[in-house]
């Protein structure tokens, strides 16, 4: 009754609002256009638009277009972005316009005060928890083996963490990594992470921006219970050709961006990739070549990026992007007429073509079609070419799921106090919910080929939503409705989400914010508690397996101070409903021929703390400090006898400390120290014999481990500091960098994997059993070169 | 150039002075935590209603736990009190036998239905107490077998395939065990011996029990009528000149604990040396210690060829 009541009041608000704005906008005129970058023709993200006269503003969209209706009048209009030069032109408005404006980034030049302009700080905007994080501060972060990270830097902000060491999923407000609807260019891929999670498979030289949204979703995100990661990539430059790349210990990239026609179409192309195989390779086959055997050995991870924009003329552009990326890990063996291999591989693709198409100049129309790809492998084969033994095995373990995804994205701009989003998709979904296909040939025997394991299953998901971002003096609101549906074989699930998110401002300030969501998810994620890995398998909601739920509430405030500092305080609280995860005993690699849906359960898990952030993004020293505490618990009827139990990554408390000062033009210094609870793991923590004689089964004397109660220890702390230092040398047309960084600048052992080990002392003639903790990275400095034309 | 000497060597000076002795290794021994012991009692007692020369005597096993590091042997317990109470009244103590290291109870130890406690005490430990309700004996309506029916796996062998129809009560969750015997009349003397015999069931609600092998809950079929199959090779069983007379099926009622514990026990076994598989808690009904206190019931049909 009461979703109903939120939900009915929503309805009539949003219904209300877009009523009125048709007759507020009598007497009035549009200004609307495109702000773009002066050098590169790169449309600007949220960049604002501020009208110092009348004090009504807006910002750009994912496309750099903008409306502002503004009554006839004078105006005095700034476009601005941080890190550009502001622009400001004062004209008579009285009739509709098209402004088109180019930014510089040369910020030598006088800067323009514009008074009361405020849009863009945090206090200033009404969506809570969301966080846009500038690319050239993730470039200028520590690297790991020379690669700055995309996923790396978002860790470092509060409510987000990773997994553990060398991971790089997201775990957000008590989440799992499945809950994080992750978008390359509006594409959502299914898989972040190359060599096992120590980089992600993003290339920071192809991404143009880069926005985490935790809480306070707006309507137009769904399908995901925690958080949304959008990540757009480059357009390619429209106006002359340039370069950047980077040479490092282990991997290297090039990306290539520039006009095939001048301010019309442009093409931006990226490569990256791992090379510890072309240098060892020779090594290792020499090696094995003085045992008599020839090994092959592939190991290496590459992603390509590519981008091409057209622009058909002032209201309709079009864009095609790709992202193919792989990470292989291989190995033949051969010696006479044996040959034996093994390996793993796994892989994204994705591809999205765009139509945009400003319908008017208040209504702007983005149709997309996409492609996703994700799929993993396992592979054993073995095979003896002597003609007198003829046998050949192999052993193929294939996983992954596939979307094709249409959809339309409306942005009506009516007027300054209300920015109207609505639209919908359709996807269709296939899944590969692991399967084994076994090949067996043995002298002249019958031959055998089988598949066992789960077959495909398709399944469509239908998204519908509108939203109003509106302005009432100091109160601003963002109110919206999220419609899903979800058909798989006879079954159609249907879910509606009201979304709302508040905002008011004191006189002093400070902005007090507010937000309410609920969030469905139809595609899981079944992932081993024990250890992370590419094997995870996305799988459907089913008849038996019913979509996930939550609801997050949170409150905050926040407050620029001095034009520099920005603090923010979050408290947040979310449920979730019908998690899935693995019973007890249970794994994808054991039990082919199970349907996987007798594998898993459902539970519920409840999640809640507090954020404190405080960041610095201008001068010459930026940086932040985020500290989170929370709690996070899962309860499963089928786990831990339905006792409630702390979720493995419950981590009490989470700082990082990040700092980066531009000596001068030609040296600066960046670092991080993060601090973070040790994960919650299950041990065994005794042991008792079972001896008895017993009807009617007989006899059976053995020893049972018992588990403490689940998830009940924890590992030690993690904490790191990753030192970086820069020396950078700039031409007319040519820059290079030296980056110098060391992670883990302290060497402290941060686990990874907690097992016990029986270890035989030969000394005493004793076995002593051991708790033992692995790390995985220790002290790693690295050298990179990196440039730019 | 000058500066990236300096860097070169502050990063050096940081590597090295982050060695020690123990730098090198990648792990790190962990201290466990304590482990106060408790006593860990295990005893699982059936009320058959067949020939006890098949029945084994009641038992109870006392013993404690130690620490997953503790070097130590289990304590003995030959002191401990064991006392089995029906429906609140005290039904007999069990008596400790030095030979097994174990309690055991009277011959016929007289199981029926009712409510029974398990109260077991011993000095320096907690005591342990729970109760368990006998289940109701299977109610089996009749039986059918066909020989060499149904093929299975990857066999190109035909497996007799023998039905057990059970009426299972609507108003308790059941959960069934099944062994299956061959009487057979021997080629050689004419004499009647008892096989048991390998049995296992192809219906995909089967789980798997740690000592009692398969189990049937009732989950899809509560308080209707339910076809057990059974598939076996009595080719198998048969010598020379052997004669199948008949096939005995006994049907086992577990208890609730009793099925917990034996399906939690077999995927904690198989769970051990697999780093993928997702950690197992062994069930356990004794609040202040560990072990399991369980009942069966048992009825036997004789199917004559």
Known sequence: MKRNNILTFLILVLFTNISFTQIDTQGKFTISGYIEDEKTGEKLIAANVFDAKSLAGNTTNTYGFYSLTLPKDSVYLSFSYIGYQTKVIPFFLDKDLTINIKLSDDLTLEEVEVVGERIGRIEEETQMSRIDVPIEQIKRMPALLGEVDVLKTLQLLPGVQSGGEGQSGLYVRGGSPDQNLVLLDGVPIYNVSHVLGIFSVFNADAIKNVTLTKGGFPARYGGRLSSVLEINMKEGNTKEWHGEGSIGLISSKLTLEGPIKTDKTSILVSAR???????????????????????????????????????????HRLFLSAYSGADVFYNKYEEDDVVSEGGIDWGNLVSALRWNYQINNKLFLNTTVTYSNYDINFLAGYEDKDAANNEKFSAKYISGIEDVTGKLDFDFIPTPNHYIRF??????????????????????????????GSQKQTSMEYDLYVEDDMKFGNFKANVGLHASGFKVNETFYTSLQPRIGMRYLLDNGVALKGAFTTMTQFVNLLTSEALSLPSDLWVPSTENVKPQESWQAAIGAAKTINDKFEISVEGFYKQMKNVVSYKEGASFFTGFGTDWQTKITQGDGEAYGAEFFIQKKKGRTTGWIGYTLSWNYRTFPEINGGETYPFRYDRRHDLSIVASHQLNDRISFS??????????????????????????????????EVLGDKNAYRMSNYHRLDLSVEFIKKKKRFERKWIISVYNAYWNKNPYYLFAEENYDSATGTSK?????????PIIPSVAYSFKF | MNNLKYCVFILLLISFTSCDEDRFSSTKV????????K????????????????????????????GIVEDKEYSIFPDASVQLYKDGDLLYDFTYDENNNIYIGPEDPALTQGTYRLDVSADGFDALSTIQVMPSKANIIGATYEFEKVPFDFDDDLYDLMKVKINDPGDEENFYA???????????????????????SDDPLVEYGYNVGEII???????????????????????????????????YTLTKDYYIYETTRSLNSDAQGNPFAEPVLVHSNFENGFGVFTLNNAVEYRYEF
């Open chain 1, 273 to 315: 990739r791992t090379y510890a195989d072309l240098i060892f390779r020779p090594i290792i086959k020499s090696a094995a070549s003085s045992e008599g055997g020839q090994i092959t050995p592939k190991l290496y991870f590459y992603d390509l990026n590519a981008k091409l924009q057209h622009k058909i003329n002032d209201k």
């Open chain 1, 423 to 452: 639209g919908g998709s359709a996807t269709h979904h296939t899944y590969r919910p692991g399967a084994l296909s076994f090949k067996l040939q043995s002298g002249d025997d019958q031959p055998l080929d089988t598949l066992i």
């Open chain 1, 671 to 704: 670092g991080a120290w993060v601090f973070g609870t040790g994960n919650a793991v299950s041990l065994p923590t005794a042991r008792y014999s079972t001896s008895g004689n017993s009807a009617p089964w007989g006899t059976w004397f053995n020893d049972v």
């Open chain 1, 769 to 777: 059993r051991e708790l033992k903790e692995i790390s995985i990275l």
């Open chain 2, 30 to 37: 962990i201290e466990f935590p304590d482990h106060i012991s």
């Open chain 2, 39 to 66: 006593l860990a009692v295990t005893s699982h007692l059936s009320a058959p209603d067949f020939d006890s020369s098949n029945v084994k005597l009641p038992t109870v096993f006392v013993g404690n736990s130690l």
């Open chain 2, 178 to 200: 099944y062994d299956v015997f061959f009487e057979v009349k021997s080629g050689f003397n004419g004499e009647i011996y008892t096989n048991d015999v390998y049995s296992m």
């Open chain 2, 217 to 251: 809950p009732d989950i899809t079929f509560n308080g209707n009528s339910y076809d057990l199959r059974l598939l076996q090779q009595s080719s198998w069983a048969l010598n020379g000149g052997d004669e199948l007379v008949a096939v005995k099926v006994v049907i």
